[in-house]
Nanobody, 129 residues
């Protein structure tokens, strides 16, 4: 079992940058494919990005490609989401998630929240215009 704790959210102006962190407990962090999701008010939780266990490959939702970067440090049991060129529509609660399910990293399976075993509590990101 793994526990996830996100941090790094807050208020940022449009065009700015922010980095989210997700710290995981336990000694098996490197076994998990990690992902970031987000949920805006009144909307369903949506996939943002995912990264392989080793960190050598990642996949992104189309609207964040070229602006967001997911990375991980297995020695620190932490996954990151670097967000650049932020837009007001990026405003949401951001969640990290972990799964032991293994697919091709670009698989649409990773877009489904139901594929993930563990979730953090979320961190609010607000982008002002």
């Amino acid at each position: 079992q793994v526990q996830l704790v996100e941090s790094g959210g807050g208020l940022v102006q449009a065009g700015g940058s922010q980095r989210l962190s997700c710290a995981a407990s336990g000694r098996t962090f490197s076994m998990y494919v990690m992902a970031w999701f987000r949920q805006a008010p009144g909307k369903e939780r949506e996939f943002v990005a995912t990264i392989t266990q080793s960190g050598d490959s990642a996949n992104y939702e189309d609207s964040v490609k070229g602006r967001f970067t997911i990375s991980r440090d297995n020695a620190k049991n932490t996954v990151y989401l670097q967000m650049n060129s932020l837009k007001p529509e990026d405003t949401a609660v951001y969640y990290c998630a972990a799964t032991t399910s293994t697919y091709y990293i670009g698989s649409r399976n990773y877009y489904s929240a139901s594929r993930y075993d563990y979730w953090g509590q979320g961190t609010q990101v607000t982008v002002s215009s």
